[in-house]
């Protein structure tokens, strides 16, 4: 999916003279059909979880929040990404620079390679690190002489985050940066500026939005991974739990209300996500207005 | 390629290119390759075994044919919403704009509990479906809801730029040739689209045979009805059954890698039919 931020609305593609738009009850009736389904779809689960969440009461609410298991899964979330987004967008901006601005060969061979973990269900994407570094796999027994912890521990679940994530910054950059050319770079350097510099001075400004997007999204990804983080972190209540394993627990506890207050936190997230977005988007129209 | 490749204008090529393959290996290639290694060390008689049963086939079946129908659907009305989206006005456009990608941010666990939510028994949409007989929660008819869901996104982006880019010279020419509006939009507007709709598509099932947070909660998990490849995958690690998950989780990387190849290939063909500016 390249450039997610660059499918912004422009004005153009909707000022339609009348010959060539359907008649207004005809747009009526789309509009009505595609607004009704993405409510059924899309706002209903988003409203669903702050109903529930909030069902019985807001002291309820709180004092989910407010739960040590809780908190520390939290704070377990928050480390991993802390961790796995500042490697992954040095990858991702290490990945664009030397994809955009450089041609050789095997370079649309290392694009398909970077996206593959987005075509890896999460699940194997744990079972690979279990398969490596558990007990039975095959660096299993090397880690245990030196009593190192990797599966079912915090390394395992960074491991396994990074992973997951590790196309998002890159694939936002990409496109972008492609888009972007060579020519400023090259000026540059014949102006005599040298690798860090032109990096920092010349490159960065212009990307500097779709980089901040991308770290959102890695973020919303990371800290709302499920599926690989399961079968990794051993679900060790209070150590290894990560917020939305501590949603899993909290609902097949029959405990309803606590897991959708835990919920809406994540729910929050991906709204600022989505929010942040849309503001960069903004920002990139406004630069394109005012470079054409 | 001119010149030599010790001739690069620009700064940072053996580092960056150097890194990046490095990296990807340490992460994701010398990963992904245990699972070769691992199933490459059962016999060829366990394997075939393990991937072929009747529970893993109807894993399979499960998986594969709820995302396709959930793909499909996502088709439909992902591509009308792209639709509505770049080519009329309504209030709350930029709203609903944003509103789609909602199942791209958020996590899978809680789209997992609150579509369960809505649609088990004594749920909102699922207690009016209750009396017609309809039971969506704890059957593949959830799990594909669960994967329209998911797969909403992948349509709308997918076709949306493609749809704005479109001239409106061509649909001008048809009006004047007398073509009403749907004849118009199923021989000018749609095989334009075409291949954005197609990588959409893939894209969405791609993601549905491989999708584990959201389905889990809303699909029962029963086996051989409701058991879905991934969940069998994750079972069997439960039992300490690690070649039969591996070889299980072998045969589903197949299928994504092919589906991630065709899905390239496709990406490629679109970007060649656009003008670039």
Partial sequence: ?292 | MKGSANRRVLPGFGLSLGYTIFYLCVIVLIPLSGVLVKTAGMGWADFWHTIWNARVIAAYKISFLTALAAAGINAVFGLLVAWVLVRYKFPGKSFIDSLVDLPFALPTAVAGVSLTAIYAQNGWIGSKLEPLGIKVAYTPLGITIALIFIGLPFVVRTVQPVLQDLEKDTEEAAVMLGAHRFRTFRKIVLPEIAPALLTGFALAFARGIGEYGSVVFISGNMPMKTEIAPLLIMTKLEQYDYAGATAIALVMLVISFIALLIINLLQARINKRTISA
Wanted: hydrophobic letters at 55%; proline letters at 4%.
């Fill in chain 1, 1 to 292: 999916m390249a450039g997610a931020v660059t499918a912004h609305l422009s004005e153009e593609a909707s000022v339609r003279p009348r010959h060539i738009n359907e008649s207004v009850p005809v747009r009526i009736a789309l509009i009505t059909v595609a607004l009704a389904f993405l409510a059924l779809v899309v706002i209903l689960p988003l409203v669903t979880v702050f109903v529930e969440g909030l069902k019985k009461g807001w002291d309820v609410y709180i004092a989910a929040l407010r739960d040590p298991d809780a908190v520390s899964a939290l704070k377990l979330t928050l480390i991993v990404s802390l961790i796995a987004i500042p490697l992954n967008t040095f990858f991702g901006v290490m990945a664009a620079w030397a994809i955009t601005k450089f041609k050789f060969r095997g370079r649309n061979v290392l694009i398909t390679l970077i996206d593959l973990p987005f075509a890896v269900s999460p699940v194997i994407s744990g079972l690979i690190f279990v398969l490596m570094f558990g007990a039975q796999g095959f660096l299993g027994p090397w880690l245990d002489e030196r009593g190192i912890q990797i599966v079912f521990a915090l390394p395992g679940i960074v491991l396994a985050t990074i992973f997951v994530t590790f196309p998002f910054v890159a694939r936002e950059l990409i496109p972008l940066m492609e888009s972007q050319g060579v020519q400023e770079e090259e000026a540059a350097v014949v102006l005599g500026a040298k690798g860090l510099k032109l990096f920092w001075y010349v490159t960065l400004p212009n990307i500097k939005w779709g980089l901040l997007y991308g770290i959102i999204l890695c973020n919303a990804r990371a800290m709302g991974e499920f599926g690989a983080v399961s079968v990794v972190s051993g679900h060790i209540r209070g150590e290894t739990n990560t917020l939305p394993l501590h949603i899993e627990i909290l609902y097949n506890e029959y405990q309803f209300s606590a897991s959708f207050a835990v919920s809406s936190l994540l729910v929050m997230l991906a709204i600022l996500t989505l929010a942040v977005k849309k503001f960069v988007e903004w920002r990139g129209s406004k630069w394109q207005s005012k470079s054409s």
